[in-house]
């Protein structure tokens, strides 16, 4: 069984809460793209302040954002990742966060069952609901597909279920019949 990983919206409006210093440097990267980032990668400066806790996982806009922990334990399932280091601060007290950008672009939406709607390019525009061909990704435990405009992210119930166990917030797990895209 696989889900899609979901951001449990444990911060409500945490990009107001927290802020990206230096997004320009983003500028010339194409994060939503499952291909390898080539040379250095910017140093990204998070601040946030307030009386609340940074989930272990958060997206900020396209950004797949993780706490050392859910790194950890990603890092022992998946390979086919970069990760980048953050400068992050909440309460001006150091944070050890984390960019995960995924590598591991599989085809595997249905596209006939999922209702797919696809653009002149080939690419998916839209889905009525999602449904994998779970024989793409048998052997997958994190994988996305740059063919779908919406940034979905698959995981294996393995590593949903340590992910879970390891007690990380900031994650929810939709089955895929369940996921709603926007």
């Not at 399932?77 to 672009?105: A, S």
């Not at 061909?133 to 979905?152: F, Q, W």
Request: negative net charge.
């Amino acid at each position: 069984m696989f889900y899609v990983w979901s951001e449990a919206n444990h911060l409500n409006n945490h990009s107001e809460k927290i802020r990206l210093e230096n997004i320009k440097d983003l500028y010339d990267y194409k994060m939503t793209i499952p291909e390898r980032i080539v040379g250095s990668f910017p140093l990204l400066r998070f601040r946030s302040e307030g009386n609340f806790e940074i989930p272990d996982y958060f997206k900020y806009g396209v950004l797949f954002i993780v706490s050392d922990r859910l790194k950890s334990i990603i890092e022992k399932y998946c390979t086919e990742l970069q990760v980048f280091e953050v400068d992050f601060e909440h309460n001006g007290k150091p944070l050890d966060y984390f960019v995960i950008h995924l590598l591991d672009d599989v085809d595997f939406i249905s596209e006939k069952e999922s209702g797919a709607v696809l653009e002149d390019n080939g690419y998916i525009e839209e889905i009525e609901r999602l449904v994998i061909d779970e024989s793409k990704i048998a052997d997958k435990n994190l994988i996305t597909t740059g063919k779908y405009l919406a940034h979905l992210v698959i995981v294996s119930e393995e590593l949903k279920d340590d992910i879970s166990a390891s007690g990380c917030v900031g994650v929810r797990f939709v089955q895929p019949g369940s996921y709603v895209p926007w």
